[in-house]
């Protein structure tokens, strides 16, 4: 018998996108017929306030987790980035699927590099990670609040707003935009966010049989690497308003993580940094992994709330 499955998804094209290339591997790998269900979010419509002032990226999710809930869809694809450290009660993370390149990209119509950009110029950014690590790099930048879909902060752009604005470079490469990368900032320079640059798939925790089915589309690889991002995250209470970046790589079957917390002081911008890597074979381990970092980070005195 043919599965049925219905999709929500956010309505901007990157998110569009997205649900596409997971209908197609549905459809191919799982012999399902599949439908969208394109949904408008809290966080797609309220674009004049920073997202740490009006509830966080959980209010990309929300619609579509109501969805779920009414029967309306069967799963929900997300920007890994965007899914809360903590799902609510009933829904689970059924799949995480092999991540794009999880870097920050640089886009300026003028300036190549984040380096040559004349003191005090506009650069425009989403998060307030990305403002601190900006800020500690080039405290001279005027750096401000960039809301929007990626199509609406490249034409803010394009238009003289910004002198240039930080993107991840995923999205651009998942629209075919690649060429507007400038300059791809190593994670050395700039640390992702946790998730960034994976897709995630959420059903309700009651669909055993669908979390089963979605089987193929997990990349261990990929899950394990966030799980140990989200993890750090997780227990520093991560959120928009916590300027956290946690990105993991994998050295044979050993897992080097790497985090950053960030502070926007009087003196100026300050950087705390944490680092372990272990041998790990599981979802569990890589959790733990990212629990020591964390504590790593509280050893340092990270201002938490």
């Not at 240039?164 to 935009?177: F, K, P, S, Y």
């Not at 966010?193 to 261990?220: F, K």
């Amino acid at each position: 018998m043919t599965m049925t499955l219905k999709i929500a998804t956010r309505q901007s094209r990157l998110a569009l996108w997205q649900a596409e290339h997971v209908k197609a591997r549905l459809e191919s790998e799982l012999g399902a017929r599949v439908t969208l269900l394109p949904l408008s979010t809290r966080g797609d419509e309220i674009l004049d306030r920073s997202l740490s002032k009006v509830g966080g990226k959980g209010l990309f999710v929300k619609e579509l987790e109501l969805a779920l809930a009414r029967g309306e869809a069967d799963l929900a694809v997300h920007s890994l980035k965007d899914v809360p450290m903590d799902l609510p009660d009933g829904y689970a993370l059924a799949a995480v699927m092999t991540r794009e390149d999880p870097r920050d990209a640089w886009v300026s119509p003028e300036f190549a590099r984040l380096e040559d950009l004349p003191s005090g110029v506009r650069v425009g950014t989403s998060s307030l990670r990305r403002q601190v690590q900006l800020l500690a790099r080039r405290p001279d930048l005027d750096v401000q609040p960039l809301r929007g879909n990626l199509d609406t902060r490249l034409r803010k752009l394009d238009d003289g707003e910004y002198a240039g604005i930080v993107l991840a470079r995923a999205g651009l490469v998942r629209l075919g935009l690649a060429s507007r990368v400038r300059s791809a900032f190593e994670v050395d320079e700039m640390l992702p966010c946790a998730g960034q640059g994976a897709l995630g798939i959420e059903v309700l925790a009651s669909r055993t049989d669908l979390i089963s089915a979605l089987g193929p589309l997990v990349d261990r690889a990929t899950s394990w690497a966030c799980g140990a991002e989200r993890a750090v995250s997780r227990a520093l209470g991560g959120s928009c308003s916590v300027p956290l970046a946690a990105h993991a790589h994998w050295q044979g079957e050993r897992l080097h993580l790497r985090a950053v917390f960030g502070a926007l002081l009087p003196a100026g911008p300050r950087l705390w940094q944490a680092e372990a890597d272990a041998e790990v074979s599981g979802l569990d381990g890589a959790e733990s992994l990212g629990e020591t970092v964390a504590q790593q980070l509280r050893d340092a005195g990270v201002p938490l709330g």
